[in-house]
């Protein structure tokens, strides 16, 4: 194998991959105009203007989430943390208000913690090196347990003389509700945060291949803990969504299936697991056919459990679409050893 | 005895009937690997009761062919003969019934079991009593004249020991043919002298041993027979004794081709600019042993070494991807200063650069474009995250590294994957060129390029060598050493055995060095 002739031939990965991934979300688009379509015929309430707006409010908590975990996704992680972040999160402020504090300064207290919280992940995640799958679910029931030892009831309300959480929850600007003006904001930023920072890239890059990124100099290990400091800044954000639409946070949402719907957003939309591809807008595509589907569902009568079991053929389908469209493993291609 | 150099001279007439008890024989072998031929054209014969030394270079073929042998792989064309009748084995499972086993370089047992356990895996009753099986290794063990403890755990031997149960374990299948491959590079020379008294045993009692070895004076000391391999083909066989230490380099380097390739016309050799590295003792987990070397600018240093010598380790702890040892671990100075790296981030602001050898795995992002990767290299040596990332900085990185590498068709949106291997690696090399390094260290940088770019890659590190940087060419081929070299390091079993100068090196003195 060594002439030189025969070692010119050798090219690995000589063989070029069709993109076939640009055509994913192009898909779920035109799934979701489909769906909507039939449901606007089928459905007389679909499109009425007070079941729109209820749908892109669900929709606001379930984006939000999204992006969050679109980031850490990218960066070839998962943050399973995010819904127990959430409710956590929000409950410890509405907590610490009830102690005579200021409300907003709970707030801003409570994302102190929350960013502590993401820190521990990402340093258990990228210094102790524990796969992220397994390490935010132990962390995520471990905050969950916590919070339950520390909180009085299961539900906690907000002070309902507040201000800007009043706006959060029925406040519109030019006709948008503000929860879903909160999460264009947030899918902007990081949309700009992803694409045109040094940061977005190198979370790209350390996606796509941790060895290379790391072999290169990059700071991978402080990449990955800042990943998971800002997707739990975005879970407590959603979390102030929540609070402000029904006034109060209801910590046993952690045993829903939201994490589930929130990567089958993720996943659907087309981010690959196997990281550093797509963007936040993909998230939003996700986003839209996820809430379509589920007020439709619910419009329908549909049972929750049904739903669920909808939803999850659903994700598993993605998931495995996934698997087959960005193959995880790098050495799949390689010839064998000479 | 010789074979001469082509398969022309390997007619029927001397190889057919010579012998009537051939245990195992190869017929015009062909094994391909994506349309890459691994070896081509092969005859082989195996005796019972002979010491069958496979000798050649690093990817000569050796190992394809016993993994053959043994079930790992197929035949793509030819025939394989079992005591004269034909086999395929489609599995190591059915070829080791067949009487046929082969201890790997890196022991096949499984590391939480104890010895007995391993010894009859996959032969466990339903009801499997313990003490039974133990009392039966025991037995079985000390009729071979091995002293290992049945009941301890496989991953607290030693290297010998797990190489007595792999044995132990052939014997137990009844193996007539057993193949070695590097037996002896992990043993001491007590441990050493031990094996050859088991093999010597085997062999008495009619086994057919074949051994891949890299000590030539091992093969010429237990050898009965010697073949040697290079490029695919056997280029001689013959009887141990009509061999010498000389010969069998001669054959295992001798080549034309690649000469007139790599121009190994003799250039003016460098001289030593200022010593950016010096390495003393380092030790690196029994990969890297007490080695010292110092590196110069302006200067390419060739590191020579067959695979598994230590030298991508080597330069893998210079550059803070592994880590040395903590204790003893050695001493790396980079222009004086005390240096010890835990990550590469460090390492890369201090200006090494380690280009990896497989650059699939560990050196570029695929999904990314050209472009793209090359600006991943411009924006690892910025600090602060929020910076803007310019279109235009790729662009003009494009534009600039495009026309100084020769890089056709980067500048267009083809993602990584779907260039070929020669512009991956260019790329990757400006990449790392980007992070402006004072020291750069290519780990097999043409390991599959074509031949244009070989010769690209060749003038380009000359070219980084004539503007003072220092660097660093590891490689496992040889005409590349020749090509590239101002001094030739040569590695073997994790330590720098000998340094000498382009002018007084040639391809025989540095093999010599890396198999003696």
């Known amino acids: 194998m060594t002439s030189a002739n025969q070692r010119a031939g050798a090219i690995r990965g000589g063989m070029p991959r069709k993109p076939i991934k640009i055509s994913q979300e192009k898909v779920v688009i035109g799934i979701s105009v489909v769906l909507f379509s039939i449901f606007s015929i089928v459905l007389d309430k679909f499109l009425s203007e007070g079941n729109i707006i209820a749908l892109l409010k669900n929709v606001s908590i379930l984006g939000t989430l999204a992006v969050g975990m679109g ?91 507040v201000g800007w959480l009043k706006w959060v929850g029925s406040g519109t600007l030019f006709g948008i509700p503000a929860s879903v003006l909160i999460f264009g904001i947030v899918s902007v930023t990081m949309g ?30 402080p990449i990955i803990v800042t990943q998971y400091i800002i997707s739990a800044l975005i879970a407590f954000i959603a979390g102030l969504i929540m609070t402000g639409l029904v006034t109060g946070i209801n910590t046993r949402i952690y045993n829903s299936s939201l994490i589930y719907d929130v990567l089958l957003v993720v996943v659907l939309g087309g981010i690959g697991l196997s990281g550093g591809q797509g963007g936040v807008r993909n998230v939003i595509v996700g986003t839209i056919l996820v809430g379509i589907l589920t007020n439709g569902m619910t419009i329908l009568n549909v049972s929750y459990t049904n739903q669920n079991l909808i939803k999850s053929v659903i994700l598993l389908t993605a998931l495995a679409i996934d698997a087959i469209i960005n193959p995880r493993d790098e050495q799949t291609s390689q010839t064998g050893d000479i | 005895m010789w074979q001469a150099d082509s398969e022309a001279d390997m007619g029927d007439a001397d190889m057919g009937d010579a012998d009537m008890g051939d245990i195992v024989e190869f017929r015009n072998a062909t094994k391909t690997f994506g349309g890459i031929a691994a070896f081509r054209g092969v005859n082989f014969t195996l005796q019972p009761g002979e010491i069958h030394a496979l000798l050649g270079e690093n990817g000569a073929g050796k190992s394809t062919l016993t993994k053959v042998m043994a079930g790992v792989h197929t035949l793509s064309e030819g025939k394989l003969l079992l005591n004269g009748q034909e086999v395929n084995f489609s599995s190591p499972a059915e070829a080791l019934k067949a009487g046929i086993a082969m201890v790997f370089q890196e022991t096949n047992l499984v590391p939480a079991m104890t010895v007995a356990q391993n010894l009859y895996l996959g032969e466990e009753k339903l009801f499997n009593r313990l003490r039974g099986l133990n009392v039966q290794a025991r037995q079985f063990l000390a009729g071979m004249g091995f002293q290992v403890d049945p009941t301890a755990q496989v991953s607290t031997l030693g290297a010998a020991h797990k190489q007595m149960v792999e044995i132990a374990r052939a014997v137990h299948h009844r193996a007539r043919v057993i193949i070695f491959d590097e037996p002896t590079a992990t043993l001491t020379p007590e441990e050493k002298r031990h ?9 008495k009692a009619g086994v057919a041993i074949v051994f891949i070895t890299h000590a030539l004076e091992e093969a010429l000391q237990v050898a009965s027979r010697i073949t040697v391999m290079r490029d695919g083909q056997i280029v001689a066989t013959g009887r141990a004794a009509d061999f010498t230490r000389g010969s069998i380099v001669q054959a295992m380097v001798g080549r034309n081709l690649s000469e007139t390739l790599h121009g190994s016309a003799k250039r003016a050799t460098r001289s030593y600019g200022e010593k950016v590295l010096s390495v003393e003792n380092l030790s690196c987990a029994g990969l890297v042993r007490n080695s010292s070397f110092s590196v110069f600018a302006g200067q390419v240093t060739g590191m020579f070494g067959l695979v598994g010598a230590g030298r991508t380790e080597m330069a893998k702890v210079i550059a803070g991807v592994m880590k040395r040892n903590v204790f003893h671990g050695g001493e790396i100075r980079l222009f004086g200063k005390s240096v010890r790296y835990r990550v590469p981030r460090p390492a890369m602001l201090d200006g090494i650069v380690y280009v990896t050898e497989d650059r699939k795995l560990d050196g570029f992002f695929e999904t990314m474009t050209g472009g793209e990767n090359l600006q991943i290299g411009a924006l690892s040596n910025g600090n602060n995250p929020l910076s803007i990332v310019s279109p235009a900085q790729a662009k003009a990185l494009v534009d600039h590294w495009g026309t100084r590498l020769r890089l056709k068709q980067i500048s267009d949106q083809a993602r990584m994957i779907e260039l070929s291997g020669g512009n991956q690696q260019k790329v990757v090399i400006a990449k790392s060129l980007i992070q402006k390094p004072k020291l750069i260290i290519f780990d097999e940088p043409t390991r599959g390029v074509d031949v244009g770019a070989i010769v690209e890659i060749h003038q380009l590190i000359s070219d980084l060598a004539d503007d003072g940087m220092a660097v660093v060419v590891i490689s496992s081929y040889l005409p590349e050493i020749m090509a590239v070299s101002d001094r030739v390091l040569v590695v073997k079993r994790g330590r720098v055995v000998e340094e000498m100068m382009a002018s007084e090196a040639s391809e025989e003195k540095i093999m010599f060095a890396a198999v003696h």
């Open chain 1, 192 to 221: 700009l945060f992803l694409r045109k920072t040094r940061f977005g890239r190198l979370v790209y890059a350390t996606g796509d291949n941790p060895n290379a990124a790391r072999n290169m100099g990059l700071p991978t290990r």
């Open chain 2, 195 to 203: 094996f050859f008294n088991l093999v010597d045993r085997l062999v």
């Open chain 1, 71 to 161: 980031l850490v996704v990218v960066g070839r992680g998962i943050d399973l943390t995010m819904v127990a972040v959430m409710v956590v999160g929000v409950a410890f402020s509405i907590w610490v208000s009830s102690l005579g504090i200021d409300f907003t300064v709970a707030v801003l207290i409570g994302a102190v913690l929350v960013a502590l919280i993401g820190l521990f992940t990402g340093v258990m995640i990228a210094f102790a090196e524990i796969p992220p799958i397994f390490a935010t679910l132990a962390i995520a029931s471990s905050i969950y347990g916590t919070g339950r030892i520390i909180f009085p009831s299961d539900v906690l309300y907000a002070p309902n003389n």
